[in-house]
């Protein structure tokens, strides 16, 4: 028997109705719409009407509504292979408990969220976990290696994160010193040449030097992560021309990671020609970390659309707006 569902072609090998047809194809009949050959059938009657030869159904569920954006489908950030419409990066350390973390992460529009691996609390397992809050289904977890200061404790917490959750997709930092926590870039390098030959996809915390940002790239990490500023210090960008030297001889994903304080930072970075922005504290530990994070979606946003845009060059002397001829 051969039915068209949705404009595709099935077959079936034995008798139906429409419920044990929903039920073939993995689908939940209480989550859909069903109509036949131009009829709509009662979800009552899914397990009367029988499906024959040369039906044609369409199946319909719902959706977020509003009219697609083709600019927004367009301008995709994509990492690794994969796409995500965000381009705001956010880490999930420094809120006062879980539940606000899973706010902000909402109210940020993130796809991305980074991840620590720390040690299970064997004395008390039924403590509440990241995964109650934030679902690892939902966003893409980036497992990272915050607090690791050589290349061996980055590996060892990078290898625990895949074996944990099968997540091959990380962020390496390795730190130099406890006082500015600026990365440790021969330790760096030499975590990021293993896991990349072990098959991890990394994202690689770095100094703002483009030299050593090109030689991460050539070795096959799949984007650059310079900081703007000291990790936790809210500077904002302090060397944009080294941001703009390294994206512009990239092949991959350049993130500003580190220094965001406000908003006109995020935005600042993204107008530089940042692919996207990752930050923590700058959210976290704002006096309303959730209407900050809705700020750093606009902030974002908003200084992406004013690099593609093009800003007006910049000039010594007043340029009338409006014309002179004609005055009276």
């Known amino acids: 028997m051969r039915v068209t ?77 994969r796409t995500f419409h965000s381009r705001l990066l956010v ?33 008390d397992p039924s403590q509440p976990m990241l995964v109650d809050y934030v679902d690892p289904k939902k966003y893409t977890y980036l497992p990272n290696t915050a607090g690791c200061f050589t290349a061996e404790d980055a590996l060892r917490t990078l290898r625990l994160a895949r074996e944990a959750g099968g997540w ?52 096959g990490c799949a984007a650059i992560m310079p900081l703007a500023a000291p990790i936790g210090s809210g500077l904002g960008v302090q060397s944009p021309v080294n941001i703009r030297l390294i994206k512009e001889q990239a092949k991959v994903p350049v993130l500003v990671d580190a220094g965001v304080g406000t908003a006109s930072d995020a935005a600042i970075a993204m107008e530089l020609g940042c692919d996207g922005v990752l930050m923590n504290t700058a959210i976290a530990g704002a006096r309303d970390p959730i209407l900050m994070a809705r700020a750093m979606k606009a902030a974002v946003e908003a200084g992406r659309l004013a690099y593609l845009a093009g800003r007006m060059p910049r000039k010594l002397y007043a340029d009338p707006s409006s014309p002179l001829a004609g005055l009276i």
């Open 168 to 219: 091959d997709l990380v962020k390496l930092e390795v730190l130099g010193d406890q006082k500015t926590l600026y990365p440790n870039m021969i330790e760096t390098l030499s975590a990021a040449e293993v896991l990349i030959k072990e098959g991890f996809q990394v994202m690689v915390y770095c100094s703002d030097d483009p030299i050593m940002a090109k030689r991460l790239e050539e070795i």
């Open 91 to 123: 880490g999930t350390g420094k809120y006062k408990d879980l539940e606000q973390t899973a706010r902000a992460i909402e109210a940020s529009g993130a796809e991305i969220v980074t991840v620590a691996v720390r040690r299970v609390n064997i004395t």
């Open 5 to 81: 569902i949705n404009g595709e072609e099935r077959r079936f090998d034995r008798p139906l109705t429409v419920d044990q047809m929903l039920g073939e194809m993995g689908l939940d009949s209480r989550k859909v719409a069903v109509e036949r050959n131009l009829e709509l059938v009662p979800k009552s009657q899914y397990g009367a009407v029988t499906v024959e030869d040369s039906d044609r159904f369409e199946i319909v569920h719902f959706i977020g509504g509003g009219a697609p954006s083709a600019a927004a489908d367009a301008d995709l950030l994509t990492v690794a292979g």
